[in-house]
């Protein structure tokens, strides 16, 4: 299996399923791994190959749409080559396991 850093083979399929994973049980159920994927084929071609970057841009602990049981809301960037994308992240945490309860791709 390979990694986001590109070295040896990329499965990127792999990725998005990875990614899906870390989704609420709730939210997993309306979005699938397979729109994750093209959410950021939207903003990141394939032709990009692997992501270059990764920086979190911003944490934020309170915000006016906190629902109970949310944690933390953060703001991530994604880098491949000369193409971004930016999106949003809330994590929450239901029986002790925090998981991403919503994404928003900006």
Same mark, same amino acid.
């Given at each position: 299996?390979?990694? +986001?850093?590109?070295? @040896?083979?990329?499965?990127?399929?792999?990725?998005?399923?990875?990614?899906?994973? #870390? #989704?609420?049980?709730?939210? &997993?159920?309306?979005?699938?791994?397979?729109? #994750?994927?093209?959410?950021?084929?939207? &903003?990141?071609?394939?032709?990009?190959?692997?992501?270059?970057?990764?920086?979190?841009?911003? =944490?934020?602990? @309170? +915000?006016?749409?906190?629902?109970?049981?949310?944690?933390?809301?953060?703001? =991530?960037?994604?880098?491949?080559?000369?193409?971004?994308?930016?999106?949003?992240?809330?994590?929450?945490?239901?029986?002790?396991?925090?998981?991403?309860?919503?994404?928003? +791709?900006?």
């Amino acid at each position: 299996m390979s990694d +986001w850093t590109g070295t @040896d083979r990329y499965d990127k399929s792999a990725q998005f399923d990875r990614a899906h994973g #870390l #989704l609420a049980a709730e939210t &997993r159920s309306t979005v699938a791994a397979a729109q #994750l994927e093209a959410e950021y084929a939207k &903003r990141i071609p394939a032709s990009a190959g692997a992501p270059t970057e990764i920086e979190i841009a911003n =944490v934020e602990n @309170d +915000w006016p749409e906190k629902q109970a049981g949310d944690v933390v809301q953060v703001y =991530v960037g994604i880098g491949a080559g000369p193409h971004s994308a930016m999106f949003k992240v809330i994590v929450s945490e239901a029986g002790g396991t925090r998981s991403i309860r919503a994404i928003d +791709w900006q």
